[in-house]
């Protein structure tokens, strides 16, 4: 039985806006049911939901009192953690096509993730970035990698639970977010899904090379694609 996970969380401090509601719950619950053709587990992980389900396991993390996509650092929690075949996806990823053969990328000891290849090639060169990204505090640790979908084997990596909790609060800190943990702390656990699975409504599919084709239209539907990220200030 493979298991998929998703996290909701209300933030901590009231003046910071809710993103996510059960409502968003609901809509990836079922849309694993549609694309995902595989018997599997769903765990939710939050702090509060009024989610009732037999079908979808609530998982309470909110003795973590983490922040946002931080809480993502608790799927590599031992307690958290299943045996088998795990996924992770964001609650406003979408998908197109029939994703079962996705686990066919997960291999033991690695984390399965997006690579943004719709990035610059010198994304990770601070020198070459505008002045203004130069200064950006936020752009300290770029990474090419996304979090928005992960798969890995179950207890495989329990290792980048252990690291992160030993340093949490510094952690927390000093990355923006926790790709750019996973992309300068963990990148050796790092593979990337291939080209043609993931591509991102605001900032396009392919930044292209001589070898690919380049893709990085806006807000168009690439039904021959079968995740859609909505990441970027093009959320709302």
């Known amino acids: 039985m493979n298991n998929i996970f998703v996290v909701k969380t209300i933030p901590e401090k009231a003046t910071v806006k809710e993103k996510y509601k059960d409502a968003h719950v609901w809509d990836i619950f079922w849309q694993c049911k549609n694309y995902y053709k595989k018997p599997f ?10 989610v009732n389900h037999p079908e979808i396991k609530i998982v309470d993390i909110s003795k973590f009192k983490y922040d946002g996509w931080w809480n993502k650092m608790l ?9 088998g075949t795990n996924l992770y996806f964001d609650l406003d990823t979408t998908f197109h096509r029939d994703i079962s053969d996705i686990d ?18 010198d994304w990770l060169d601070r020198s070459a970035q505008p002045k203004e ?6 752009m300290k640790y770029p990474s090419m990698f996304n979090s928005s ?5 179950g207890h495989t990596l329990t290792s980048i639970w252990d690291d992160f909790k030993d340093d949490d609060q510094r952690y927390l800190l000093e990355y923006r977010g926790n790709d750019d943990y996973l992309g300068h702390k963990q990148l ?3 593979k990337a899904l ?17 070898f690919f ?24």
């Open 188 to 190: 050796d656990k790092l």
């Open 104 to 121: 066919k990328y997960i291999s033991p000891g690695l984390l399965t993730s997006v690579f943004c290849y719709w990035k610059p090639i």
């Open 41 to 50: 587990k769903f765990y939710l992980l939050t702090n509060f939901t009024t």
């Open 213 to 236: 084709p380049r893709d990085k239209k806006s807000n168009i539907k690439r039904d021959n694609y079968y995740i859609r990220l909505l990441n970027g200030p093009g959320k709302d």
């Open 149 to 153: 979908v992960m798969g890995w084997q």
């Open 133 to 138: 990204l130069q200064d950006d505090p936020d």
């Open 194 to 210: 291939p080209r043609g699975i993931c591509y991102s409504q605001y900032y396009g599919a392919d930044v292209g090379s001589e």
């Open 75 to 83: 799927l590599f929690h031992p307690d958290i953690d299943k045996e």
